[in-house]
């Protein structure tokens, strides 16, 4: 999503829409939000700041997402989560 695109939702409220524990999970998250169109706005710990690693609650990242795109947002997180499920991870 580019500046220009996020100037649309400027008169608009960003609403959290997932808490991701870690970078890694937020990324993710975040990419498969922008591939649906969607834009995100990122919000960590400032912890990381002071820190050179990031664990437990100062890992933590917030997603937040236009208002009138909430909906959206959840239903493609959820449509990951269940694809995710379908694909166990290999424990061999």
Not at 6 to 18: G, I, L, R, T
Not at 57 to 82: C, N
């Amino acid at each position: 999503m580019t500046d220009h695109d996020m100037s649309e939702y400027e008169n608009q409220s960003f609403v959290p829409v997932f808490f991701a524990e870690d970078d890694i999970e937020a990324e993710i998250v975040k990419g498969i939000l922008t591939e649906g169109g969607i834009p995100v706005v990122e919000r960590g710990d400032s912890a990381e700041d002071a820190f050179p690693f990031s664990i437990g609650p100062l890992a933590e990242e917030t997603l937040y997402v236009p208002e009138s795109r909430l909906e959206a947002a959840q239903r493609l997180i959820a449509e990951a989560i269940e694809k995710g499920k379908q694909f166990p991870e290999d424990n061999a």
